[in-house]
């Protein structure tokens, strides 16, 4: 070493005041040490160390000239009248022959006792000329030979200078040799305990000491002790240059490396830092008292208590000072440095040549660069690992480590989290504050923020995060004690318990806040990580763990993994299995939160603001988002469109309501719920038993919510759009709502089935899922919002007590139909007419009627189902509830022949053909309440009606002579009626026509034309078939099978026979049956009064059915034969007439 220039290890030095205790008689070189210490002459003029300044060196002169003078071989520090006072009362009478041991014991004192300045003056040149005496240098070329040669530094140092010792300080690490290295610890302790011995640091230091004030460079003006003050003086001002403070002294280069370099080297034992340790004294006696010196122990025993309440301020403030210098450079942690020496090395975390040294020295890009390595699968020594992690969970107890926080989050921290210093409390505030639960975060502070949280990775265990830690300790011993302590999994396993009963609320908070910031990153899931690193290369083209790309930020490349994992082989590239695991896990943890999607929250916080304010229980904002998609900003809405597209392919990616729905899954749904691949399986599954016992309230409002969302989209209903994209692209371009788009693919499937195409436009695959989705939406009339709309103001009105789902309230207004305004009128008509051409789309009869139609129907086709169970409708083995249900779905038909196909198809020809003026006067929305089903009993009345037409209005006409109430015409006019002459009947609600035959009975009694005429059209009926009378019909079964039993039905044929046999005195009939057919014939006498014939078929029919049929016949058999024989009187007569004309013209 030519100058001090070339030893700035020396600067480290001026801290060495080491506690180190003395070793006498353990070694020949110790010894020697100590006897060259006792008998050190000082040659005049007390040589001084470069840097010192000539009137300090003056005034050791003097103080050591009467040393001088009276020195003889064997002198001792003790014997000196100056320090006599001060060592009798401060040391041990044991060391007082033992120069190094009085020195010592007289540095290592508390501040706060009194030295007197001249022993402090004779102390100061004894070191002074201590250090470059050359017996000390001959001991040291004799203890240390070996070493000297090892060091090759060391051995080309010139001898005299002082320079060796210093060298081999500055290389203790590398010393073996045990003498050589007891020498060097000792020579560190006692030479190097004041800065101004260290050499050259004066000449780097002295502006920035008077700069910032830290004290005198005289000796004498202070203490030997304020030295350390000196040096923490500067350190406190490196520190606040680093962060940027108002104020703050630009310190020069050479002065930071020599402060630097002093921390280093003062890295091994704490007593090597003065000042830390004078106002660290009682703290480790107290905290640490049986922790050994040396290797950076004390330290970081010290570092472990900084938080305790029994710390006291002046030791933790020391402590953060010096972490805050192991921050800006790593080497000052001796322990991190020697564990990590190795590793460093290995994986090339110092030669980056694009950094500076400066920031290749930071604690930060260290962590950086081992954790990548660690996360990448390398091997790094479990030594090191330890020690990261201590410094990871000390960068997240205390923010003020990370001078980028302290910078940009100042403005933050003044105005949320003061106060709140100790066990990570104001790094958790900052995250709350940048997770925007308290107000905007500047940018810089979120981006220091984010890098805080990479650099000690608290993702990767979660005892790091302190905070954390300690609020979850009790959750995770009750819900995740199945997990290895320190294992990465503990936080997944905490997010799938956020919200429910085994979270505390203090807990929640903390890994909510913690959770924002590794959502963020994908790096900072270090499972995540590990199973997609390779998927993230070949997709999404990223980079190592702790390296960035503009074009592939961290925050996108989540988003590109979980675009990729739901592809499809022909869609191209996609994840590996156990990727695309992790990127469903992230998928269910982020939708706990709106907040840990990053993407969402960034376009969507207006709309957030906007919509969503008052949304504050867990899920809800999402939820919120999606109710409001089209009122959404396009970006935001994109974000959200997409997010509830995925779900609708993976539903368990809602992680609260997978957890409510959990009973009716285990009991229904459990089988796809297994599946790693869901495809949309489990909400139909949900959807499908919405209505079971086990589904509770929020599971049933969630699968509610979701069907309500996807109506806004077709591709929102994954399975739909999987099955019919290609038949929306060619049949529904340009529609995008789903039930628009339903409409348009069941409109075109019906129009094909009703011209017979040949071939359907509609693939198969389509119209499969086409069917589901139509009866998905026959559930809940939300679910088709134009019929919602049209009928909200009716809901609220009639059916306000009503509960949505299970299709009642459609239900609802079909039985308060009369009453509804003309709107909605019109669409429950268009919905009716739709499901009575396709029953299965009428959820409540398929819901009702489920287990009869298993029972009766199973053979029948799905738009014959209905018909099915109106031909069964009578068995014994009929439900009750069913058979109700039936009976409102044929006076639903009866009002109008458009609800009833079969007839229509039936009558296709003779509807038009009689009953043209109902037509006429019929709209296309609204029921004709039956105007044309009457028009057609009356033909069936003259027999008029085609074969097919005149079946299904028998069958029409036998079921309403049932039930009154299927006979629309008769309720309209004849209701006060009813009500008045045949009330016992009609609260009987018996369906054998005890109500028809009341009013037969009193049709005297009738007052009101209208109901009059339909009374008469009733007996004029039942003389066609004596079924449309079932009362007569009953009463003469019997009679009927002995007598009528080989005439065929219909056409009156059998009522015919029945009254010849009542005329037939030789016909005994039943007395009951006789008694009707005598009631009847009074009845159609009164009929024939009261309501003549209208046309020639009426007077027939009123002949046929007369009691005096047979004269009538006889009467109107001798009119026509009088008539033959006129006419074949007057045609003889002209056709003589008319030959004699032809005779005339012959001529």
């Known amino acids: 070493m030519a100058d001090c220039i070339r030893v700035p290890l020396l600067l480290l030095l001026m801290y060495i005041l080491s506690f180190v205790h003395p070793i006498r008689g353990e070694n020949n070189g110790i010894a020697r040490l100590a006897a060259n210490a006792d008998n050190l002459q ?248 049986n922790t050994l010196a040396g290797e950076g122990r004390v330290y970081k025993c010290l570092f472990n208590h900084k938080f305790e309440e029994a710390m006291s301020e002046r030791c933790r403030d020391a402590l953060t000072t010096r972490q805050k ?71 997240m107890e205390d923010f003020s480590m990370s001078p980028e926080i302290v910078l940009h989050c100042r403005t933050e921290i003044e105005s949320h989290c003061s106060g709140l210093h100790r066990k990570g409390r104001t790094l958790h505030c900052l995250m709350r504050v940048g997770r925007g639960d308290m107000g905007a975060v500047e940018p810089n502070c979120q981006k220091a923020l984010q890098a805080l949280i990479q650099e000690a990775d608290p993702g990767a265990d979660y005892r790091i995060d302190r905070a954390l830690n300690e609020a979850c300790e009790s959750v995770i011993q009750t819900a995740c004690k199945h997990i290895r302590s320190g294992d990465p999994m503990i936080l997944s396993c905490l997010m799938e318990h956020l919200y429910t009963e085994k979270m505390v609320e203090d807990c929640e908070h903390r890994l909510l806040e913690l959770q924002y910031f590794i959502a963020r990153d994908w790096k900072l899931d270090p499972i995540l990580y590990k199973k997609c690193q390779g998927d993230a290369a070949r997709i999404c083209h990223t980079h190592g763990w702790n390296e960035t790309s503009e074009m592939m930020p961290p925050g996108a490349v989540f988003s590109c993994l979980y675009r990729h994992a739901y592809r499809s082989v022909e869609q191209g590239r996609r994840l590996s299995r156990d990727c695309k695991v992790e990127v469903q896990r992230i998928l269910h943890q982020r939708a706990l939160d709106v907040k840990l999607d990053p993407e969402l929250q960034r376009r969507c916080m207006t709309d957030l603001g906007k919509w969503c304010s008052e949304k504050t229980e867990a899920g809800q904002e999402l939820e919120c988002l999606q109710d409001h998609l089209e009122d959404l900003v396009s970006d935001c809405r994109d974000v959200v469109g997409n997010l509830t597209e995925l779900e609708s392919e993976d539903i368990q990616i809602e992680a609260l309501l997978m957890r409510a729905c959990e009973p009716v899954i285990q009991g229904y749904c459990h089988e796809v719920a297994d599946n790693q691949i869901d495809t949309g399986d489990l909400m139909e599954c949900l959807v499908q038993n919405k209505h079971q016992k086990e589904m509770n309230e929020k599971c049933a409002v969630g699968v509610t919510h979701f069907q309500l969302i996807q109506i806004k989209d077709f591709r929102f209903s994954y399975k739909f759009k999987t099955a019919c994209k290609e038949d929306v692209l060619k049949l529904c371009p340009n529609i995008k709502k789903k039930v628009d788009v339903v409409i348009c693919l069941s409109t075109t499937v019906r129009n094909d089935t009703l011209q017979d195409a040949k071939e359907q436009r509609v693939s198969v695959k389509c119209r499969k899922q086409l069917r589901v989705e139509e009866v998905e939406m026959s559930e809940d009339i939300r679910l088709e919002p134009e019929l919602y709309d049209s009928c909200k103001q009716d809901i609220n009105r009639l059916c306000q007590n009503v509960a949505f789902g299970n299709a009642q309230v459609i239900e609802c207004l079909k039985e308060n139909k009369r009453q509804l305004t003309q709107r909605c009128h019109q669409r429950i008509f268009k919905l009716q007419e739709v499901e009575m051409a396709d029953p299965e789309l009428d959820y409540q009869l398929m819901r009702v009627c489920k287990h009869m139609i298993r029972r009766f129907c199973t053979e029948s086709e799905g738009k014959n189902v209905l018909q099915c169970l109106k031909q069964n409708k009578n068995s014994e083995l009929m439900d009750p509830k069913c058979k109700q249900m039936i009976t409102k779905r044929q006076i639903t038909q009866n009002t109008d022949y458009r609800l009833n196909p079969v007839l229509r198809k039936a009558c296709k020809a003779d509807i038009p053909k009689f009953c043209q003026p109902v037509l006429n006067k019929a709209t296309a929305d609204t029921e004709l309440e039956g105007q044309v089903i009457s028009c057609l009993k009356l033909k069936y009345a003259d027999q008029r009606l085609s074969p097919d037409c005149e079946d299904q209005i028998r069958v029409i006409l036998q079921e309403s002579a049932l039930d009154y109430r299927l006979d629309p015409q008769l309720q309209i006019h004849c209701t006060q009626e009813i009500s008045s002459l045949c009330p016992e009947e009609a609260a009987a609600q018996e369906q054998t026509g005890q109500v028809e035959e009341c009013l037969k009975v009193n049709l005297l009694k009738i007052k009101q034309e209208g109901c009059k005429k339909e009374v008469l059209n009733m007996l004029k009926e039942s003389k066609a078939d004596i079924f449309v009378d079932p009362v007569l019909h009953t009463a003469c079964a019997l009679d009927i099978k002995h007598h009528c039993a080989a005439i065929p039905p219909g056409k009156g044929r059998q009522m015919s026979c029945l009254m010849e046999a009542l005329q037939d005195k030789r016909v005994r009939l039943q007395p009951e049956c006789k008694k009707r057919l005598q009631d009847r014939i009074e009845m159609w006498s009164y009929a024939a009064k009261v309501a003549p014939a209208d046309g020639f078929s009426d007077l027939a029919m009123q002949v046929m059915t007369s009691p005096s049929k047979n004269y009538i016949m006889t009467v109107i058999g001798a009119g026509v034969a009088l008539l033959f024989l006129v006419g074949m009187l007057c045609g003889r007569f002209t056709r003589r007439v008319t030959q004699e004309l032809k005779d005339r013209c012959a001529y």
Request: aromatic fraction near 6%.
């Open 325 to 395: 210098l192991i921050a800006q450079d790593y080497k000052v942690s001796y322990s991190l440095a020697k564990a990590c020496k190795s590793d460093l090395r290995k994986y090339r975390c110092s030669v980056d040549s694009s950094m500076p040294r400066a920031r290749e020295a930071r604690l930060s890009y260290l962590l950086l660069c081992l954790e990548s390595a660690v996360h990448r699968g390398r091997l790094v020594s479990g030594e090191c690992q330890g020690e990261m992690m201590d410094y990871r969970r000390m960068l």
């Open 42 to 289: 000082n040659p005049p003029g007390g040589l001084v160390l470069a840097g010192v300044n000539p009137a300090a060196a003056e005034r050791n002169q003097g103080a050591g000239a009467s040393l001088t003078r009276r020195r003889s071989t064997g002198w001792k520090l003790a014997e000196e009248a100056v320090c006599r006072e001060d060592l009798t009362r401060l040391c041990p009478k044991h060391s007082w022959n033992n120069n190094l041991a009085v020195l010592e014991c007289l540095q290592d004192k508390k501040e706060e006792t009194e030295i007197a300045a001249e022993c402090n003056h004779l102390l100061w040149n004894y070191k002074l000329n201590l250090t470059t005496d050359p017996k000390f240098e001959s001991v040291a070329v004799e203890v240390c030979k070996t070493t000297i040669s090892e060091i090759k530094e060391c051995a080309a140092e010139e001898l005299g200078k002082g320079y060796l010792v210093s060298c081999l300080v500055d290389h203790r690490s590398n010393i073996t040799d045990y003498q050589c290295n007891q020498y060097i610890t000792k020579m560190t302790s006692i030479i190097f305990g004041d800065f101004r011995l260290i050499c050259g640091f004066m000449d780097k230091c002295h502006d920035d000491i008077d700069a910032l004030r830290c004290g005198s460079i005289s000796t004498g003006e202070k203490d030997i002790h304020s030295q350390g003050e000196v040096i923490a003086c500067l350190e406190k001002g490196l520190v606040r240059e680093a962060e940027e403070q108002p104020g703050a002294h630009h310190i020069k280069d050479g002065c930071k490396k020599a402060i630097m370099r002093v921390a280093e080297l003062s890295s091994d034992d704490f007593h090597l830092d003065r000042y830390l340790y004078f106002a660290c004294r009682d703290d480790r006696e107290r905290f640490c008292e």
